[in-house]
């Protein structure tokens, strides 16, 4: 199994070559606001399984625990591609939407569902107020 995926302007490009772990919508307002959009579909990858080409730009951010959230983006287009946290160790998150191929997404549960848009439906899928306990 493999997939590839990129920023817009296509300078920073990726392989996968492990099935995800998981993909989960994050309603955070940090996500929000780097998707400029009501969430941001995310898939969770063995950090060892993603080969990058292409330089990315990081912006330390912190979350609710106090930990550094690396968000890295292109520092060409801006596209946002990666998010480095502490824990899960090991885990790279891809922002879903930049895969070649999206066909395959189905999330298994919404995070951060405190900061949820009022108009987003959450629909059948188990939704949390934070990250659940165990991720």
């Known amino acids: 199994m493999s997939q590839t995926g990129g920023c817009l302007c296509g300078a920073v490009r990726y392989t996968l070559t492990a099935e995800p772990l998981m993909c989960v919508t994050c309603h955070c307002k940090n996500c929000q606001r780097q998707a400029g959009s009501a969430l941001s579909i995310i898939i969770g990858v063995p950090e060892d399984a993603v080969a990058i080409e292409g330089e990315v730009t ?18 060409t287009c801006g596209s946002p591609v990666f998010t480095r946290v502490e824990e899960p160790a090991g885990v790279l998150f891809i922002k879903a939407g930049t895969l070649d191929d999206t066909s ?32």
């Open 58 to 75: 990081t912006y330390n951010d912190t979350g609710d625990s106090g930990a550094t959230v690396r968000r890295q983006f292109c520092g």
């Open 104 to 135: 395959t997404l189905d999330p298994q549960f919404h995070c951060y569902t405190k900061s949820k848009q009022a108009w987003v439906d959450l629909g059948a899928i188990p939704g949390f107020e934070t990250v659940p306990q165990g991720l």
